[in-house]
């Protein structure tokens, strides 16, 4: 079965960083395409970023690129957000997100529409606060 496990959730100051890690199992990572996703409490869950494992192309949304990045160490199965100058507003659940790629999906793959990735996480709380 596919296994997704979030870590690197804590508590941080406002600009600080942290390091999240998504662990993939029972998938071949070059056959998916893995999202990063969040949500904040009484709000919908909005895409963070976006590797097609297969190609490495990265997608990110636009207010976030600055600070965020994204990547993978394909040995360890696992994939990496990097998240710089945090602030209050990204506080809320970092869920990590797989889909299987095809060429029909890879538009709502790569617009990181929640509905489109049919493999998820538990989740990582993520506060940012003074």
């Known amino acids: 079965q596919v296994q997704l496990v979030e870590s690197g959730g804590s508590l941080v100051q406002p600009g600080g960083t942290l390091r999240l890690s998504c662990a993939a199992s029972?998938?071949?990572?070059?056959?998916?395409?893995i999202g990063w996703f969040r949500q904040a409490p009484g709000k919908e869950r909005e895409g963070v970023s976006c590797i097609s494992t297969g190609d490495g192309r990265i997608y990110y949304k636009d207010f976030l690129a600055s600070r965020f990045t994204i990547s993978r160490d394909n040995a360890e199965n696992t994939i990496y957000l990097q998240m710089n100058n945090l602030k209050p507003e990204d506080t809320g659940v970092y869920y990590c997100a797989a889909a299987r790629e095809s060429p029909t999906r890879r538009t709502a793959l790569a617009g990181l529409v929640v509905s489109e990735y049919e493999y998820w996480g538990q989740g990582t709380q993520v506060t940012v606060s003074s």
């Open positions: 029972g998938l071949t990572l070059d056959d998916y395409t």
